[in-house]
């Protein structure tokens, strides 16, 4: 397999962008990542959307995309694993990079989730629950993640605090992202008293519903070399599921693909949690952080919410995590989400992140996550 | 690259299968794939569905299906290019090997739609067009292939009956294939009698609406030949796009996307339009079969029909057409069509395909293609 590097980003603001279409926030992201690298023509392209279907009536859309970036014929194709398609998508882009396929490849990811009101969005996001055994009962994400937080609270001593903790964290980041949808610091107290939405997650525990795209370029690392700009190789890529149903799992604290997908991409990059300098993780929820950090290995069992009010993964930490704001604060436009994580580290690895740049920065790592956590994408990056 | 092959199949009977569900359809091909291949383990699945939250309102059907298989926690992707999501779900499970991330990968397509209403299926399916310039208007995929049709026998003299024989023939095909959804022969007679949909595409000129799953298991080519069967290697692989709207093409008989697919299969097989001895190709109205042997250089622009008149693509003629029945006698799951087409050239090639077999076939194609041509899939397979 061929060694892959990304060698451009292209993002805009996210938010409620009422004024675009799923097509103009696209092709305006996708011509930054062009710009970016240097480049105009590429050979294939992957797009991550959730559900577009749902979302804004329109299936189709890698060969739509391809066509309004004046790119078609070139092979396009749509990925979808729930909220962690963007993840996903880098992913076949890397391997199609790895395999020789092509030279060029464009990664995006994208969701306009505006479009509809709030209980058809709540609707569409449901479908990435299992519908037969979740859904039919009525419980939606918020709900399925406070069950997850409760039983952490109670097997573990994790603190309301320490979830509130999370978001006042990310919120800290997010506030040096002009790109970000909510761009301003919160308080522990703000989270703790804002609106419930499923007992103990409170409104500011939640990931906003948002509109926006995010795309990258990748090509082989000797082509990469050529380009005049710090060289960021992918170094592990892993992808793991499982239920996509909390309740079949054995242990509703614990997230399996996650760790899964997080040993085969610690394997194939050779490195340690420990030697991670910094991380975008999948921050739907605040309990979902704290759970990840767990999952990577990052902390032990159960010591997450700890090491969050110790401050671990604050900017200036030992391991600082979600430095672009994290879901919470930057937005979650579901389908795009993979994407701009690989963004925000790319950015971190070529010394870009200004004002929440992490000192040094040399290896860093993703987590995209579908569902309440039935599949997971993890990728190592490190600077050349 | 690797070399990859197919080396087992897994179908079961197409039709309304109310009494089933999206997992359990999935399920029982699945396992029929991996008993002949004579594997139990396969380290990664690919599932083409082209909208699955529109159709049962389920998303991440990746995970979901990798779970109920027994083979979480492997990588589960997803893909969808409208129609042609399982053509493009083989592309990506082929990569995989070529790449060398995987030794064995299980690729299937799926689509239950029969769970919704009509109106609703028809709405589903219309997310495959340009929804902000052509579904706007009201136009659904009858329409579409409805001008396609009269602008095909105004530039080039195609006749009604010449699209009738379409269907004619390929209702012989599905005759002798009992997992067919309408394993019954049809007359020219019948098909200018049916009830009109869209001038000039009349009922018997379309593809119906079915429930169905179809999967296959890929591995490196070495690996093939220590499984005792004949081998059926992919050496070709081709994927474009064009614009998804019809209205701006340049020409609306002729598919752009179809042809460039073609082209790069060609290319990458060695192999001219004259060497394949059986195809399978989307043939979702009368229309599109016709169009799509001028596209792949089966016959000249516009001399489709006329070669269907004179017998050229029946079972025994020079250039045998949807041996399996098409899309049109099979039924069109929508997602699990393209990998449907795979299983039909393999059981062809391996000389499994009984009534329906083409005597010393040993190179064959399938060409799957979404919406109006917007995207299409080519794979070359060959006896080794």
């Known amino acids: 397999m061929r060694e892959v590097a990304v060698i451009g980003t292209g993002m805009t603001k996210w938010g409620e962008l009422w004024d675009k279409s799923l097509r103009t926030i696209f092709v305006e992201t996708a011509l930054l990542a062009l710009k970016d690298a240097g480049v105009e023509k590429i050979d294939s392209m992957y797009v991550g959307s959730m559900s577009s279907g749902l979302f804004v009536g329109q299936e189709h859309i890698a060969s739509l995309l391809a066509d309004y970036l004046g790119q078609a014929p070139v092979p396009s194709a749509r990925v979808e694993t729930a909220c962690a398609s963007g993840g996903l998508a880098f992913r076949l882009g890397f391997i199609e990079i790895a395999s020789g396929m092509s030279e060029v490849v464009l990664v995006s990811g994208i969701e306009k989730m505006t479009d509809v009101n ?24 918020p709900g399925l993640y406070a069950l997850m937080a409760r039983a952490h609270m109670e097997k573990y001593g994790t603190t309301r605090e320490q979830l509130a903790m999370v978001a006042v964290k990310n919120h800290k980041n997010g506030a040096k992202n002009p790109l970000a949808q909510f761009p301003f610091e919160i308080t522990v107290d703000a989270v703790l008293n804002s609106v419930m939405v499923a007992d103990p997650l409170r409104i500011l525990d939640c990931s906003p519903i948002t509109d926006g795209a995010a795309a990258v370029i990748l090509c082989p690392v000797e082509m990469a070399r050529k380009m005049g700009k710090p060289v960021v190789k992918v170094t592990g890529t892993g992808h793991a599921t499982d239920t996509i149903a909390l309740s079949s799992r054995k242990d509703i604290t614990w997230l399996e693909a996650t760790y899964q997908a997080g040993k085969k991409a610690y394997e194939m990059a050779g490195k340690k949690p420990e030697e991670i300098d910094v991380l975008e993780v999948h921050d739907c ?14 902390v ?58 992490v000192k040094d920065a040399k290896v860093g790592m993703t987590q995209n996550m579908g569902g309440s956590g039935g599949s997971t994408v993890v990728h190592v990056f490190e600077k050349e």
């Not at 709030?118 to 994400?141: K, R, S, V």
């Not at 929820?285 to 767990?294: G, H, K, P, Y």
């Not at 919410?305 to 704001?325: C, D």
């Not at 930057?330 to 070529?350: F, N, S, Y």
Request: glycine share 16%; aromatic share 8%.
């Open 118 to 141: 709030g209980y058809e969005a709540t609707y569409a996001l449901g479908t990435a629950a299992d519908q037969e055994y979740e859904g039919y009962h009525g419980i939606t994400f």
């Open 300 to 357: 032990e069992k159960g010591q997450g919410g700890k090491a969050v009010e110790e401050g671990w993964t604050a900017l200036e930490g030992k391991i600082p995590i979600n430095t672009s704001g994290g879901l919470k604060s930057k937005g979650h436009p579901v389908g795009a989400t993979g994407v701009a994580q690989v963004i925000e580290i790319v950015k971190q690895l070529r010394g870009e992140s200004v004002e929440r740049q």
């Open 285 to 298: 929820f605040t309990i979902a952080e704290i759970c990840v950090m767990e999952a990577l290995g990052l």
